[in-house]
């Protein structure tokens, strides 16, 4: 029998846009960057195409080999809703019920390319090319509407921050400013912090800070509980409730992205090094929503996954298999990260510079665990990746906190290393160096003393001191900038913030001094 009349699609499109629109979805909802999802995009849109072109070869038909591709792309990335359909199937049915009608629905949905293979052997009439059309119409509504549907609503607030007008951060910089270095340690506990949650004793670390010359602060806190709400009221020195385009947002739910990375990147903090012609370099922490990349001359990236690639492998099966074979696949890119971090210091100290300000983000301490003592990434189940407890990670408490410790304990050896490099090998005299983090340890937010008290430790040449009265992280960069640059930006009372969860950052409830 002849094919249909109905006009053939040129190109087999639907596989590729099938596996752009899986990307697009998670990356644009979660607001990333394109510098942040490009990588994953291209790799989607190629895995498609080379589906496409492997059925194509095995089943010697185009149009059944795009067919293929498709339904192998939905069965790859049809894990989270496998698992919903598993919990609610449970409920009803019972376990032998779920397992039944999941597997008639897949065996259905494997089996379409199959019979119509079969249909058009038997000289059946052949619907495979209209059908590819229609799928190829369909991929790209659907890429479309993922795009309308969550880039459309942030217009309005792109456009009014274009023409918010800046408040000037002009600075009268000395002749020779030193440079700055900021050594971020993310969710690093104040001592006894840790000492009351873990048993460890801390205080070793702290004292070599000391013989360093560090002022090392033991009763400091953070004002908030995330880094992205650290980090934007830090750069704008000031709270979350003054800044021009986060103000309006204060009280209602959401992970407000934009607005916060907003605030982090065009701040006063940042205009003022700009104004008085630093270089500002910046790591990649591997989290895209603390990403400073907007505000940096130059950003120091080795290509490990971020945490956008670590959400799309988790919501596709290839995680099991992928764990399985290599037992370290999550904790290895953020164990590289860490590694990164502390080895670019060495490479930034062999350069020659001008003034600049350094800003290393280390994503550790913070949950979850991925080095041990050594700094080799640890084995762990990928689908227990996001523990926050013991229980999270499938340890006793004892492991837990044995494992907490010997993570800090590389990380205390290579803050150590580096602070030395760089008070040795800066090559511009007295470099200001802070060892900080950005808030305490987050896993419990009925304890207020542990998710805000933080890490901080100054070294401050010329001006012992100046940062020894356990200022909190709105505070810093207008000391900072005031003694070493010039500036008169204010300073502001210390007030501490709680928020809910990460899904309802700005949900914030103010509590008094959290010890």
Request: aromatic share 8%; no cysteine; charged share 20%.
């Amino acid at each position: 029998m002849q094919d249909s009349p109905t006009p053939s699609p040129r190109w087999i499109l639907h596989p590729a846009l099938l596996a752009a629109a899986f990307v697009l979805e998670l990356a644009l909802a979660n607001r990333i960057e394109p510098a942040g999802f490009g990588r994953s995009l291209v790799i989607a849109v190629v895995v498609g195409i080379g589906l496409t072109l492997a059925a194509w070869a095995i089943t010697r038909d185009r149009w059944i080999g795009g067919l293929t591709a498709t339904a192998l792309i939905l069965a790859i990335v049809s894990f989270i809703p496998i698992f919903e359909a598993w919990r609610l199937l449970d409920r009803l049915l019972g376990a032998s019920g779920a397992v039944a009608v999941i597997g008639l629905v897949v065996f259905a949905f494997v089996a379409i390319p199959v019979i119509q293979r079969a249909r058009v052997r038997r000289g059946a009439g052949q619907i495979r090319r209209p059908l590819t059309s229609v799928l190829n119409r369909l991929g790209a509504v659907i890429l479309l509407a993922i795009i309308g549907f969550n880039w459309l609503p942030d217009v309005p607030g792109s456009v009014a921050d274009a023409f918010r007008t800046r408040e000037d951060a002009s600075v009268r910089p000395t002749q020779d400013p030193p440079d700055i270095w900021v050594i971020l340690l993310d969710g690093y506990p104040r001592a006894d912090v840790l000492e009351r949650r873990f048993g460890i004793d801390n205080s070793p670390f702290l004292g070599e800070l000391e013989h360093l010359g560090f002022d090392v602060g033991t009763d400091n806190h953070s004002n908030y509980v995330f880094t992205q709400l650290t980090l934007a009221s830090m750069f704008q020195m000031r709270y979350l409730d003054e800044v021009a385009g986060v103000a309006p947002l204060v009280g209602k739910p959401g992970g407000h992205v934009n607005a916060l990375r907003n605030a982090m990147v065009d701040s006063p903090a940042f205009r003022a090094l700009l104004s008085a012609e630093y270089q500002i370099i910046v790591t990649q922490p591997g989290y895209e929503q603390v990403s400073i990349r907007g505000a940096a001359d130059r950003l120091l990236d080795h290509g490990e996954m971020n945490d956008l690639e670590r959400g799309l492998l988790k919501r596709t099966w290839l995680l099991d298999p992928l764990g399985a074979l290599i037992p370290t696949i999550l904790t290895g890119p953020p164990r590289d990260r860490v590694v990164n971090g502390f080895d670019d210091i060495d490479r930034l100290l062999a350069e020659p510079h001008a003034a600049r300000f350094v800003w290393i983000h280390v994503p550790a301490p913070h949950l979850p665990l991925a080095l041990d003592a050594f700094g080799q990434a640890i084995p762990l189940d990928p689908r227990r990746f996001d523990g926050a407890d013991a229980a999270g990670f499938d340890m006793t408490e004892a492991q837990f906190a044995a494992a907490y410790e010997d993570e800090l304990s590389y990380l205390n050896l290579r803050v150590l290393a580096a602070v030395s490099s760089i008070q040795e090998r800066n090559g511009r005299a007295n470099p200001v160096i802070l060892v900080m983090s950005d808030h305490g340890y987050t896993s419990d937010r009925t304890d207020p003393q542990a998710s805000l008290g933080n890490l901080f430790a100054a070294y401050t040449p010329g001006e012992p001191g100046l940062l020894a009265d356990a200022p909190t992280p709105v505070n810093v960069m207008p000391l900072l900038l005031n003694e070493f640059l010039g500036g008169a930006f204010p300073t502001s009372p210390d007030r501490y913030f709680l928020s809910p969860s990460e899904f309802q950052l700005l949900e914030l409830t103010e509590v008094p001094n959290p010890d």
